[in-house]
C-alpha cells in the first residue's frame, strides 16, 4: 500500500489529491491537504477517480475495425494501418482533426497537441473551442494582442464580483482555475464583500448570491453594453492605473449610446433601477471585477460581450490589479515585450461556408459541411482525439450520419460511445493514474501562480502505450516518417534546437522526452524552477498571489490595450438590431452538474446513481399552462429536432426558459458504455442549431435555442 500525491485531471480546478494504491489499484481518493493550492479540497468526481480509473469498459488495447466490427489489435499493428489508410488521401485537407477537451487536461495535449496539428497540415481542424471558449480568445487576441492573455478574478481579494453566465459552485470554475470556489465566494463574503449572479437559472452559485438577476437567455451583451453606458452616464469611469495603457477610452461612450438601462430592459427582464444600481455598486466597490462564461460565450453575441465584460474591469481601474481581474504568470512562461503582432482572424477561410479561420481552426459546426459536401477538398478521413462530438456538437443527428458516412477515421480515446464507434482505428489512452501531470493550459487561468509536477502513480503496465507517445507516433506518421520512427532521436534534435533558441547553456533533465522538454520550459520560465524541485514537492509550489502585469503582457502594435478593436466595433449594429427585434416565446438553455463532465464520466456509477439529471427544468406557472407535471414526459421541438424528456417542475428556472444538460443520450447501439447506458438520458445536441453562431469567433450558440414544449 502507497500513498501518491497528484493533481486531478477531470475539471479546470487542478485539486491535488492523495491516492492510496495498492497494487495497480486506487483504493482511495482523498483531496490533499497539504497541497499548496487546493488545500484538501475535492469534489464528487475526484473522489471517483479510482473507480474511473478502474472502468471495464475502459479500452486497453486499440481496436481496428474490420467487416463492421471491431477486433482487438496489437499498437504495431494499430499503426501501421493508420499510415498506410492515411496514404489513400494525399490531399492533406481531406483528412480532418477534432479535438475535444480531456486533450487541454493532459501534459500529452499540452506539449504535443500543437505539433500533432501542424504535422497533419489539414485546414480542416475543430476543436471544442467553437462549442465553448473561442470569443474571449478573438476577445484578448483583439485586446491584449494575445490569444491566452485571459485575465481571471482575483477573488481572494476581491470586495465585490460580478458573475454572469456561469455556475462555479457546480463546474469548478471555467477559464478560471479556482479549486473551492464555493469556500472562495463565502470567503468573500465573510470578509464584507459581496457577488452578484446574472443567470435565468437560480444555479447552485445563484443561490449563494447576494444578489440574484434573473435575465433572458442571450441578452447579457445588452445588460453589458447598459452597464458601461452607466459608467459613462453617472459619471463612475474611473481608470486608475489604467489611464497610461489603454487607447482613448472615451470613444466608447458613443458606441454604447443606444444602450442605455431603459432601452434594455424589456429584452433583457431586468428594470433599469436594477442596471444603475449595479453599476454603481461596480463602480464604488474598492476592488471588483466582472466573470463572464458560458452563458456569455456560447451565445450569439459571445465575442462583444465578452468585450464588454473586460472593458467594465478597464473602465473601473479593475484590470490588472488585486482583487481585480488579473493576469497569471505560470512557472513555464516567460514574460511578455510589451508589443507584438495583435491578433487577426481569417488568414484563410473554410471551403463550403467559407467561415474565416479563428486560431488555426474552423467552427466546429462546420465540420459536418465539409464531410457531406462533394468536391475538391472534401473531408474523407477524420481523427477525433479526446473529443465526443456526435455527443457534444449541435444537430448532433447530422453530425452523427455525417461520421458514419467517413472513408476513414481514428479515435485517440479511452472509450467505444457514440462517436467512436464510427472510428474505423480506436488508439485507447491511459487511465489517469497511468500518466504523468502538468497543467500546461489550465497554469494560465490559475487565481495564484503555483506549479507543480507529478509522475504516474502507477506504472504503466508492460505493452502500454502513453498518450505522450501516441501524439508523437502520429505527428510522425503525418510528416511522412513512417510508423516506426524513431521518437527518441527526434526528441533530441528538438529539444537540442529548442534549447538553443532559448539560450539555455545547461542540459535539460528528467526521465522521459516530455520530463526534459518540461524542465527546460520551466528553467527558461520566469521563475527559473527546475523539474527536479518540483519532484521534490509533491504538493506543488506556491509562488505567490497574482502579480500586475501590465505593459509587458500586451502583444499590441501599439503596446497599449486596444479598447474599440474594429471587428467588436464592426459588430455592434448588429446587436442594435437584435436589441430592436423583439423575442418571445420559450427558449432552452444548459447546465452543468457536479457529478458530470461533459458527456463522458456517466459510466460510472457513484455519478449517475440517485435521482435522473438528465431533466428538463420547467417553471411551475409554464408547467401549469402547458400541462406538465414533475415527472411527466415532455416533448421539445426545436427547427432542428425533436426529444422527449423527463420534466422537473421548479421555481429555480425563470419563466419562458427552459434548461437541459449536455452530455447525455447514451442509447446509441454499438457503444461499450455498460453504466451509461443504463442511464442514458437525452441528448439536448439533438435541438440546438447548428446554423446559429457569434460570426466574430465561429462559436456555436448552444444557449437560447427557440423551442416549442409540449406534454409528450
Ligand atoms: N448543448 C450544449 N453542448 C455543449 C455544451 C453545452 O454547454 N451545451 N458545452 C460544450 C463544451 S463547454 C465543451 S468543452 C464540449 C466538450 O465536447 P467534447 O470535447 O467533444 O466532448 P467531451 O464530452 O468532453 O468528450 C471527451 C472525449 O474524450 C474521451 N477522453 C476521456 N479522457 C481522455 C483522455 O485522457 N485522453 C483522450 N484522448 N480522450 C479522453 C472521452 O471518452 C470522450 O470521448 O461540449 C460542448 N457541448
Ligand atoms: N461538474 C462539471 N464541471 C464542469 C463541466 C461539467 O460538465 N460538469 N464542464 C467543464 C467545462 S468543459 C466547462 S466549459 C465549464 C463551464 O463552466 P460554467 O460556465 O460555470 O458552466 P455552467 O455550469 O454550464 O454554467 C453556465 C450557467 O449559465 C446559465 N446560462 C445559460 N444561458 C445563459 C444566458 O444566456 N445568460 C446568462 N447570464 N446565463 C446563462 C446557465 O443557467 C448556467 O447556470 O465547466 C467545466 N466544469
Ligand atoms: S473540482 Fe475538478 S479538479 Fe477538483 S476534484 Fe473535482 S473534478 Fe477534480
Ligand atoms: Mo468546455
Not at 466546429?364 to 464531410?371: G, P
Amino acid at each position: 500500500m502507497r500513498t501518491v500525491f497528484t493533481t486531478c485531471p477531470l475539471c479546470e480546478a487542478m485539486c491535488g489529491l492523495e491516492l492510496t494504491v495498492e497494487g495497480d489499484r486506487v483504493t482511495k481518493v482523498r483531496g490533499d491537504r497539504e497541497d499548496e493550492f487546493s488545500k484538501g479540497f475535492l469534489c464528487p468526481k475526484g473522489a471517483s477517480l479510482g473507480t474511473l480509473d478502474a472502468d471495464p469498459d475502459r479500452l486497453s488495447t486499440p481496436l481496428i475495425k474490420r467487416d463492421g466490427e471491431f477486433r482487438e489489435a496489437t499498437w504495431e499493428e494499430a499503426f501501421a494501418h493508420v499510415d498506410e489508410r492515411l496514404k489513400d488521401f494525399p490531399d492533406r485537407d481531406a483528412v480532418a482533426m477534432y479535438l475535444g477537451n480531456p486533450v487541454v487536461h493532459s501534459l500529452a495535449g499540452g506539449l504535443y497537441a500543437g505539433p500533432l496539428r501542424k504535422a497533419l497540415g489539414s485546414r480542416n481542424v475543430f476543436t471544442a473551442s467553437t462549442v465553448d471558449q473561442m470569443p474571449k480568445h478573438v476577445q484578448v487576441g483583439h485586446m491584449f494582442g494575445g490569444i491566452f492573455s485571459i485575465p481571471v478574478p482575483d477573488i481572494d481579494r476581491t470586495d465585490f464580483m460580478l458573475v454572469l453566465g456561469a455556475d462555479p459552485f457546480s463546474s469548478n470554475g471555467s477559464l478560471w482555475t479556482v479549486p473551492d470556489a464555493p469556500g472562495r465566494f463565502k470567503a468573500l463574503q465573510k470578509r464584507g464583500g459581496s457577488f452578484v449572479v446574472v443567470d435565468p437559472r437560480r444555479s447552485r452559485t445563484a443561490q449563494a448570491a447576494d444578489q440574484h438577476v434573473v435575465i433572458r437567455p442571450g441578452t447579457d451583451v445588452f445588460l453589458l453594453l447598459a452597464l458601461i453606458h452607466e459608467l459613462f452616464a453617472q459619471d463612475l469611469v474611473n481608470l486608475r492605473d489604467l489611464a497610461a495603457h489603454v487607447t482613448d477610452h472615451s470613444v466608447i461612450r458613443e458606441h454604447v449610446e443606444p444602450f442605455g438601462p431603459d432601452a434594455v430592459a424589456d429584452r433583457t427582464g431586468i428594470d433599469a433601477g436594477t442596471i444603475r444600481a449595479l453599476a454603481r455598486r461596480l463602480a464604488q466597490a474598492e476592488r471588483a471585477v466582472v466573470y463572464g462564461r458560458i452563458g456569455t460565450t456560447t451565445v450569439e453575441f459571445g465575442t462583444v460581450a465578452s468585450w464588454a465584460v473586460d472593458t467594465l474591469n478597464v473602465l473601473t481601474g479593475n484590470l490588472d490589479r488585486p482583487g481585480g481581474a488579473m493576469w497569471p504568470l505560470p512557472a513555464h512562461s516567460r514574460r511578455g515585450s510589451g508589443t507584438g503582432k495583435g491578433f487577426a482572424i481569417g488568414r484563410w477561410h473554410s471551403r463550403v461556408q467559407w467561415h474565416p479561420e479563428v486560431m488555426g481552426e474552423f467552427p466546429a459546426v462546420t465540420m459536418v459541411d465539409e464531410i457531406e459536401t462533394p468536391g475538391e477538398g472534401q473531408v474523407r478521413a477524420l481523427f477525433t482525439v479526446g473529443g465526443n462530438p456526435a455527443l457534444s456538437l449541435p444537430n448532433s443527428a447530422r453530425v452523427n450520419d455525417a461520421l458514419s458516412s467517413l472513408d476513414f477515421m481514428v479515435s485517440v480515446d479511452p472509450y467505444l460511445n457514440e462517436t467512436t464507434r464510427h472510428a474505423d482505428v480506436i488508439l485507447p489512452t491511459p487511465p489517469p493514474s497511468r500518466r504523468d501531470h502538468y497543467d500546461i493550459a489550465f497554469l494560465n487561468n490559475s487565481v495564484r501562480n503555483v506549479a507543480k509536477y507529478s509522475r504516474a502513480a502507477i506504472p504503466l503496465e508492460e505493452g502500454r502505450v502513453d498518450e505522450t507517445e501516441i501524439f508523437f507516433r502520429l505527428a510522425t506518421i503525418f510528416s511522412g516518417l513512417g510508423p516506426k520512427a524513431d521518437l527518441d532521436a527526434i526528441a533530441a534534435f528538438q529539444l537540442a534546437d529548442l534549447k538553443k533558441k532559448a539560450g539555455a547553456d545547461f542540459e535539460p533533465e528528467g526521465e522521459t522526452r516530455e520530463e526534459r522538454l518540461l524542465d527546460l520550459k520551466l528553467r527558461t520560465g520566469a521563475y527559473g524552477v527546475t523539474l527536479r524541485q518540483l519532484l521534490d514537492n509533491p504538493h506543488g509550489i506556491d509562488l505567490g498571489p497574482l502579480t500586475p502585469r501590465l505593459p509587458e503582457i500586451l502583444r499590441t502594435p501599439s503596446g497599449k490595450i486596444e479598447l474599440t478593436p474594429q471587428p467588436i466595433v464592426d459588430d455592434l449594429p448588429r446587436v442594435l438590431e437584435a436589441l430592436r427585434t423583439p423575442e418571445t416565446g420559450m427558449v432552452l438553455v444548459g447546465r452543468r452538474h457536479l457529478r458530470t463532465n461533459n458527456s463522458w464520466m456517466h459510466n460510472v456509477p457513484a455519478l449517475v446513481k440517485g435521482k435522473p439529471l438528465c431533466t428538463l427544468l420547467v417553471n411551475p406557472g409554464d408547467a401549469g399552462r402547458i400541462g406538465l407535471t414533475d415527472g411527466a414526459t415532455a416533448q421539445v421541438t426545436s427547427r432542428i429536432g425533436k426529444v422527449e424528456v423527463l420534466v422537473e417542475v421548479t421555481a429555480d428556472i425563470a419563466p419562458g426558459v427552459v434548461s437541459m444538460p449536455h452530455g447525455w443520450g447514451h442509447d446509441q447501439p454499438g457503444t461499450r458504455l455498460t453504466v451509461a447506458g443504463e442511464h442514458a438520458g437525452v441528448n439536448v445536441n439533438l435541438l440546438t442549431d447548428d446554423l446559429r453562431i457569434d460570426p466574430l469567433s465561429g462559436t456555436a450558440v448552444l444557449n437560447g435555442t427557440r423551442v416549442q414544449v409540449v406534454p409528450a
